[in-house]
């Protein structure tokens, strides 16, 4: 037994009692040959990416269902006679689940193996050396930077020697 999804867009003019009375024809053909019906969704009328049979809208259905290989083909085969039936795709995701099992089992697998995250306890704040009536710095309030020495003034430039052109 595989899991498959058949996703088949009927034509939209198409009655729910058609619709509903198409999808236990294809419910019927599955338990018929040891198959079992998992789910079935109806999407409702959706745009097109394209025209198809001069249709741009069409109404859509998923069945996800496990069955054998010779009932997926049987289930194609009444899709493509069916007028109702515009576009269909059956697709097996067995495989696929098997994989997503795989790796959350692996990934189950090493969670065991690692150790337990260790608390650390928290770093201790080196204390600021507070000078005697000055007010109580708050954590996380910026530090004043310790008093420099005011840098010297320039000295003054040494004056020109006047020469007698410049007198005159």
């Known amino acids: 037994m595989r899991v498959y999804e058949e996703l088949f867009i009927v034509r939209p003019d ?23 019906v998992e789910k079935v969704e109806k999407w409702g009328v959706r745009k097109l990416a394209y025209r198809v049979n001069k249709r741009s809208e069409g109404f859509y259905v998923l069945v996800v269902f496990n069955a054998g ?14 007028d109702m039936v515009m576009k269909f795709i059956t697709v097996r995701i067995d495989e696929r689940l098997k994989k997503i099992e795989k790796r959350r089992k692996a990934r ?15 770093a201790a704040v080196p204390a600021l050396p507070v000078s005697p009536g ?23 430039e040494a004056a020109e020697p006047q020469t007698a052109e410049s007198e005159s």
């Open 14 to 36: 198409a009655t729910e009692e058609e619709i509903d009375a198409y999808i236990e024809q294809v419910s019927a053909t599955i338990t018929a040959s040891g198959g079992t």
């Open 69 to 82: 290989a010779e009932t997926a083909k049987e289930v194609e085969r009444r899709m493509r006679v069916t």
């Open 108 to 122: 189950e697998k090493r969670a065991k193996r690692r150790p337990a995250p260790v608390q650390a306890a928290p």
């Open 134 to 156: 000055a007010p109580a710095a708050m954590p996380g309030a910026p530090v004043a930077a310790p008093a420099m020495p005011a840098p010297a003034p320039p000295a003054p």
